[in-house]
């Protein structure tokens, strides 16, 4: 079911975010490099990066690191693909025909009109459709994370599927899972995070291999979102045993080095970093003026309705699974994200740029579903919360895809796709309905 929502939903490259990170993946994975130069119009010239005459992705490198084998794989279909790709070229005289690439509409009229030849958009079709398979396929692995999580915590399976369903399908966790963000990548790095943590909190220490998923799973949140570090370092401290911690810095060992070897190649120092040669925005080139907005305001962005963006105009449903949390008293989970949180309020563009949405919060919303699977788990006795829950998660979830594909294609809604993006939403929910109805009635 969520396979099929986000498979309708997918666009392909949407903007120059996920251009940045496939112009990277390619650099490293065809050429062995880390300048995207012949590549630099996937960015559309925006997320970029200038060092010595050369132009690199400003983006961190996680989640292209982890699309390398598509993208490996995709270049060679694609050379398989190049005579087929030249008979048609006749058809790609006029603008009308980018419907066949895959990719936004919106981003390839961009695409085209900041001098990038549609040819080269379309000679990587294979590699492009790749990466969207790859999105999906990381995304439901995030799903599977976040499952197994709230089976280990002894959650049943409606409060489960209830939290899944409204994670994939209601937050924006389910757009982000379409297209290659380093936010998707790096939420389903912290839901593997999350759930080895807890297998090591509570299993026998004699097995090393928890412990070691989840210093790998967190160091490669950080490497596709620098600013996790606040968020990864502190949730280790206090969810895991110190007899583990050796094993866990040990499982980051290799992607930290790889990361840091990166910057090295790529801007002469270990700890140089794409956002300092930004080309387009001053304000990223210093961590000093990248966060130096008003928290309070940033909060309102992210959290609330400042803008249109946050949780609370777009997906009320993660709002209450964080609220669910708090009012539960579960500590443990919810401060070690508090340093991050704090930062990204203060980020210099809380709405996260022309996207105008809440996508920084993306890797805490694993987080969110826990406390969803909690106040389902309350409710189970009362029928009407639970109408109440769904009726929230039904309304985030119209307000969530209507949002992205507005921004995404440019147009207004529907689109095409939209009648069987909802019509899957709506059955999902009525599926859940039922099964919920049923087991309330079970109750004695």
Not at 137 to 154: H, K, M, N, S, Y
Not at 184 to 199: H, S, W, Y
Not at 248 to 253: F, P
Not at 419 to 439: E, P
Request: positive net charge; proline residues 5%.
């Amino acid at each position: 079911m969520v396979w099929l929502v986000w498979g309708a939903a997918a666009s392909g490259l949407t903007s120059s975010n996920d251009g940045s990170h496939v112009a990277l993946a390619r650099a490293l994975a065809v050429r062995g490099q880390t300048t995207i130069d012949p590549d630099a119009a996937l960015t559309l010239r925006v997320d970029v990066a200038r060092k010595d005459g050369h132009l690199y992705s400003d983006r961190p490198p996680g989640a292209a690191f982890l699309a390398l084998p598509a993208v490996w794989l995709g270049h060679r279909l694609d050379r398989m693909l190049a005579p087929l790709v030249r008979d048609q070229a006749h058809a790609r005289e006029h603008a009308n025909t980018v419907e066949h690439v895959p990719a936004a509409s919106a981003y390839v009229h961009t695409y085209m009109k900041r001098g990038g030849a549609l040819d080269a958009l379309f000679g990587m079709r294979a590699t492009l459709w790749l990466v969207v398979i790859h999105a999906l396929v990381v995304g439901l692995l995030g799903l599977w994370c976040v499952d197994a999580t709230l089976r280990r915590q002894e959650y049943g399976v409606v409060a489960r599927r209830f939290a899944v369903l409204s994670l994939a399908l209601a937050s924006a966790f389910g757009p982000y899972s379409t297209v290659l963000f380093a936010h998707g990548t790096a939420a389903t790095m912290m839901a593997a995070c999350m759930l080895a943590l807890v297998r090591t909190s509570r299993d026998d220490q004699s097995t090393v291999a928890w412990p070691l998923l989840a210093g790998l799973a967190g160091g490669w949140a950080i490497a596709s979102d620098y600013l996790l570090v606040l968020a990864v370092v502190p949730l280790v401290l206090l969810q895991a045993p110190r007899r583990s911690w050796p094993a866990i810095l040990l499982g980051a060992m290799p992607i930290v080095v790889a990361t840091l070897a990166y910057h090295a190649a790529a801007f002469s120092s270990p700890f140089a970093i794409g956002y300092d040669f930004q080309q387009n925005f001053a304000f990223a080139r210093a961590r000093a003026s990248t966060f130096d907005g008003n928290v309070l305001h940033g909060a309102w962005v992210l959290l609330g309705a400042g803008d249109g963006a946050g949780l609370l105009a777009q997906s009320p449903i993660t709002l209450v699974g964080i609220g669910t949390l708090a009012y539960a008293r579960r500590f443990r989970l919810l401060l070690p994200w508090t340093p991050w949180l704090v930062a990204l309020c203060l980020h210099h563009t809380p709405t996260g740029g022309a996207t105008v949405d809440h996508r920084y919060l993306v890797p805490m919303l694993p987080l969110a579903a826990v406390g969803l699977a909690h106040v389902w788990q309350l409710a189970t006795t009362e029928r009407r919360i639970s109408w109440i829950l769904l009726a929230i998660s039904f309304t985030s979830a119209f307000a969530v895809w209507k949002h992205v594909f507005t921004w995404q294609e440019s147009r207004p809604f529907p689109h095409p796709m939209h009648g069987l993006v909802g019509a899957l939403v709506v059955g999902t929910v009525c599926m859940v309905a039922r099964r919920a109805s049923l087991i309330s009635s079970r109750q004695p």
